[in-house]
Each structure stands twice: as structure tokens, then as C-alpha cells.
């Protein structure tokens, strides 16, 4: 007999405690053993997650509650990586809206609310860390009501169910004065108002792949729910592949999700959320089917990418000495395998062997995928983010951006200044709490390339700035680019104390003494708008006299540390970010400095 079934995700705006909260389901439901070590954000497995404190890959988990088997979906809540959201949502019935009780929603509420709305589910609203100081749950509330009117949500939608809960204090509740200690209140909102998957277990096998994993030893697993059907371990199956394709295989192995481990089955039926291996080349999307009756699902559709950057092969003076991966070939192999997991990304080769149009969500979308091929040993380099253009009925349009900033008071006429000369237009201004105040922008998305480390100068670092993709617009004006220069190496060779010291007051320096450089590389911010060729290898000369004051202790102003983050949002259009697995550095285009002579 098969456990009655409920399949939901976890969607919020990134920050307001998903993956916190699923901790705290994980541990009520019973899946840890008594003392184990467990620890905080447990579905982030991903290095590069737990470096920065956020979701990128969606993940699955399960877990029984009263004899119900609950699978849960973790999704990205920045929506850089939207597409994650986009592809997972189609295995649930329902969903769970996170909302901070002291922001609200935010940005990327608006992005993952309308995905799941348009799917036809029905969230269950939870106002999270409601024990933080200066917290307001109601307000909260109103606020995505009017968030679920804003985005067109049908009567029913609009009358969801809402839940006070604290994931790091791990308790859920109805009420604000009700007392709770455990999640049980969030248990019982999903066995009510989240439905039983539809399918019908007798009709011919339909399994969509939302999902791809790797094992070692059993190859290509891939992740889906059984929209129709029965699956059964050794069974024959068909993949229907995008092209409408046939190909007929083994189910090698059957998997279903407890907790975070994955346990074999015999079979399982519709409605269960399944690891099946036994495809080596499917794909997310293709469908998995009974061989003598293949009937294909519809294929995820995502949004398309809004923005796009050039990836060459790296051909700089250090080319191929710090990466293992540099060929052309590499490259490109490494590209389009990315392509098999990652649906929002869009890469297209070009005139040159040595170069590919790699399109993505956002800088972060395009930023992570950098920084995991640098750690896995590939050297290359990369173009300034530019946006995507698009003709809508007939018209020249461009991408904008939703975009909302939380800043001192002191920093806001700076900020709304700044955003102006950007093509910004300010739709709402709100004080907060502890003399801060909540700015909200409709702005083109170039014109929000390279202004993180503008804002942050700003507002000195106390800024916090979030943005989500909205619409696709008639384009608008010419968009100030960067106004200050950069300083360039004159020489290759080391950089040294004496030189930088000399030219300090030229600029602000991106690097230390010692650091080795070559002619064309960017090695600091000019003061002026006009860049400048500096010498920053040269050494003192030494001669037999000691200089009256020579003994004095010189301090060198501290340099700016270049994140690849940084490095991408800075670079201007003739100029190329150089990544190793060791490095990142800034350089001139070699054509541009020729013509410069």
C-alpha cells in the first residue's frame, strides 16, 4: 500500500529563511538520530552555497508526518537563478511563500509569487522571524495581500492560508499570541490546504525530468515526479527526447528521498518525486514514458536570458600558467556540458574558435558559473555583461529591472541622484526603522551594470541593494558609462613599493607590491576620466648616500580588492576580466591599446 502523498516548494526572496526553515522540518520530522551533528542550512551541500549563504541549485527532500509522505523542494531565492525556481515547480501541488516579517516582500517575492501563481498553486504565506527585533507579522501580511492583487491572483489564491513561524527558533503557529515550540502548526497547513498529486497509476508510464545528477557508479541519475503510471526497478522504459526522439533503456535503479539520503525501491506510482538511473543522455525536460505506448510531456519552458557576456580563450602575456584547462576546446566542452543542468543559460559559438556568447539570468547567474570553472582548473576570460535587446510588436525594446534599496537617510539624495543620471524612476519612498529609508526604482538593467560598488561607496557599505527581473520595455536614453579612467601597466615585470608609492596620488591601486603584471593590465582607478599608462615596476636607485628622512616608516594606501564580482561590474566595454584558478585580473583589449599608440 502506497503512502498518501504531498509534493511542495519552498519559495521566498533570498535571505528570508527557506533553507532555515526546512532545517527545522528536517529535524521535527524525526530523520536525525539522537546527538547527531547536523549542521545549520543542511540542504546547502554546495561549497560555494555555504561561502555565501544562499541557495543556487534546487534540492530535494522528504520527509512522513502522520503517515503522509511530505516532499520538499528548496529552491534559489535570487533571481539570478530563476530558472531553478522555474523547472521544479512543475513536480509540486502546492507551494510555501517565505516572507521576512520585517521586510516584507521583496523583489524577488514579486519574481517567485508570480511563477508559482502562474502555475495555478496556492500558496501557504509564512512570515518568518517574527522573534527579530522590530519585526511587524501584520503589516507583513497586508503587504503580500496586496502583493497577490498587484500579480492578478484569482479569489481562491487570495484567500491563502498564513502561519507566524521562527526557523532558527524552529516553531510555527497559527496566531501571533498562540504558543508553539515545534513546527507541528506547518505540518498540519500542508496536509490541509496543499492537494494530493493528480495522476492516474494505471494509465501508460509519464516521468518529466526536472533534475540531473551524476554517480560514479550508476551513471546519470535523473530526478522527476511520476506524472502518470507505475515505475518499477529492471522495468524496459523509452525516453522521449526534445528532438521527439525514441530511445528505449533499463531502469537500472529506482530511488525515492527520506530525509537527505536516497533509498532504493521496488517501484512506485504517481505522484512520487523519483531518482531513476538507467538514461545516460536525458535531459531536463525530456520525458520517460512506457516504451509500447511513449507519450511525451509538455518540455519546461523558462524565461529567456536577459543577459550576455563574451568568453575567450585567455591569450594574455601569463596565458597558461596557473590554469590546467585552457584550450579552446576545453572551453567549449566545459560550456555546453554546463547546458545539460543549468536551463537558464544560453551559449552560442561565434566567427572565432576562440571565443562563445555565454547568456544568463544576471551577473550572479553568470558570476557563479565563472568562479565553479576557475576552481575546477579552467583559465580564460571574460567581456563586459551586456543586456539582451528585443523587438516587441514591431518595437526596439530593452530588459528593466525592479529594483529596491535600503538605505541610511543621509546616503537616500545621493543614491536617487546617482540612479537619475542611470535612467531610474523612483515609484516609492517609505521610511524605516532606525533612521533608514526604503527606495523602490523602475530602472533599465544596463543601467544598473556596475553601480553595486557605486552604491556601496555611497552609502558606505550600509546600503543593502535587491533587484528582480520585470519587464521588457521600449528602450531608453543613452546611460552614463563608468566617469573615471583606469591606471595600465607601462612594462611587464613586479610591481614595486617605491613606483606605486610615486604614483599614489594618480589614482586608487587594485594591486599590492610584488604582484607580477604585463603591459595592458588594469592595475587601478584613475583620479581623471582619461586612463593612463603608468610604469609600476620601477625600482629606486641606490647610491652611497642615505637620504635625510629615508628611515621613516611609509605606508602605502590599502589597495581594492577585485572580487570577480567587482571585476565584472567595473570593466568597461574594452576591457576583458582575466580568471584563473589563482587570479583575477583586469586588462585592456589588445586591438584598443594599438589603437590608442
Request: charged share 25%; glycine share 8%; with cysteine.
Amino acid at each position: 500500500m502506497t503512502l498518501p502523498i504531498r509534493n511542495v516548494a519552498i519559495i521566498a526572496h533570498v535571505d528570508h529563511g527557506k533553507t532555515t526553515l526546512v532545517d527545522a522540518l528536517l529535524k521535527q520530522s524525526g530523520i536525525f538520530r539522537e546527538g547527531e551533528d547536523v549542521p545549520d542550512c543542511v540542504m546547502d551541500s554546495n561549497d560555494l552555497e555555504r561561502e555565501r549563504g544562499i541557495t543556487i541549485l534546487s534540492k530535494n527532500t522528504a520527509v512522513k508526518y502522520k503517515d503522509t509522505l511530505i516532499n520538499i523542494v528548496d529552491t534559489p531565492g535570487h533571481a539570478d537563478f530563476g530558472g531553478e525556481v522555474e523547472r521544479v515547480l512543475g513536480m509540486v501541488d502546492g507551494c510555501i511563500l517565505i516572507v521576512d516579517a520585517n521586510e516584507g516582500p521583496m523583489p524577488q517575492t514579486r519574481f517567485v509569487l508570480k511563477k508559482a501563481l502562474e502555475k495555478g498553486l496556492r500558496p501557504i504565506v509564512v512570515i518568518n522571524k517574527i522573534d527579530r527585533a522590530k519585526a511587524d507579522p501584520h503589516v507583513a501580511v497586508d503587504k503580500v495581500l496586496d502583493l497577490f492583487l498587484e500579480l492578478g491572483a484569482d479569489d481562491d489564491q487570495c484567500d491563502f492560508p498564513y502561519l507566524f513561524a521562527s526557523g532558527m527558533a524552529g516553531y510555527a503557529k497559527e496566531t501571533l499570541e498562540a504558543e508553539s515550540v515545534d513546527m507541528k502548526p506547518l505540518f498540519e497547513a500542508i496536509l490541509r490546504h496543499v492537494p494530493a498529486p493528480v495522476g492516474d497509476p494505471l494509465k501508460p508510464l509519464q516521468l518529466q525530468v526536472t533534475t540531473l545528477d551524476y554517480s560514479e557508479y550508476l551513471g546519470r541519475i535523473v530526478i522527476g515526479r511520476i506524472h502518470n503510471g507505475t515505475i518499477r526497478a529492471g522495468q524496459q522504459a523509452a525516453l522521449v527526447t526534445e528532438t521527439g526522439n525514441i530511445v528505449k533503456s533499463k531502469i537500472s535503479k529506482l530511488m525515492g528521498f527520506e530525509g537527505l539520503k536516497r533509498v532504493e525501491l521496488e517501484e512506485a506510482s504517481a505522484g512520487y518525486i523519483v531518482a531513476v538511473a538507467g538514461f545516460a543522455d536525458a535531459y531536463i525536460g525530456e520525458t520517460i514514458t512506457d516504451p509500447n505506448e511513449p507519450q511525451a510531456l509538455p518540455l519546461i519552458k523558462v524565461d529567456e536570458p536577459t543577459l550576455q557576456m563574451t568568453f575567450w580563450v585567455n591569450d594574455s602575456p601569463f596565458a597558461g600558467q596557473e590554469g590546467k584547462l585552457v584550450t579552446s576546446r576545453q572551453v567549449r566542452d566545459r560550456l555546453f556540458r554546463e547546458l545539460e543542468t543549468n536551463v537558464a543559460l544560453r551559449v552560442e559559438e561565434t566567427d572565432s574558435p576562440d571565443k562563445f556568447h555565454v547568456s544568463g539570468r544576471g551577473e550572479l547567474h553568470l558570476g557563479i558559473l565563472i568562479e565553479t570553472m576557475r576552481r575546477e582548473g579552467y583559465e580564460f576570460q571574460v567581456s563586459q555583461p551586456q543586456v539582451i535587446y528585443r523587438e516587441v510588436n514591431g518595437q526596439p525594446c530593452e530588459p528593466y529591472e525592479l529594483l529596491v534599496l535600503d538605505v541610511p537617510a543621509d546616503a537616500v539624495g545621493s543614491c536617487i541622484e546617482r540612479l537619475g543620471q542611470r535612467r531610474g524612476e523612483m515609484q516609492d519612498m517609505q521610511p524605516r526603522a532606525g533612521d533608514r529609508t526604503q527606495l523602490e526604482f523602475v530602472i533599465p538593467a544596463r543601467g544598473l551594470i556596475g553601480f553595486r560598488g557605486e552604491f556601496m561607496r555611497m552609502t558606505r557599505g550600509e546600503g543593502i541593494m535587491n533587484h528582480s527581473f520585470l519587464d521588457y520595455r521600449p528602450l531608453s536614453g543613452e546611460i552614463e558609462a563608468r566617469n573615471k579612467g583606469v591606471l595600465i601597466a607601462f612594462e611587464e615585470g613586479v610591481s614595486t613599493f617605491y613606483a606605486m608609492k610615486n604614483a599614489e596620488d594618480r589614482g586608487v591601486f587594485f594591486i599590492h607590491p610584488g604582484t607580477k603584471v604585463y603591459k595592458g593590465m588594469i592595475v587601478g582607478e584613475h583620479n581623471r576620466p582619461q586612463d593612463l599608462e603608468l610604469n609600476v615596476c620601477k625600482t629606486k636607485q641606490l647610491t652611497n648616500h642615505r637620504a635625510s628622512g629615508g628611515d621613516e616608516l611609509v605606508q602605502l594606501q590599502t589597495p581594492v580588492e577585485m572580487s570577480l564580482e567587482r571585476a565584472l561590474e567595473y570593466i568597461g566595454s574594452d576591457e576583458l576580466v582575466e580568471v584563473t584558478p589563482q587570479s583575477i585580473r583586469l586588462r585592456k583589449m589588445v586591438k584598443k591599446l594599438a589603437k590608442q599608440r
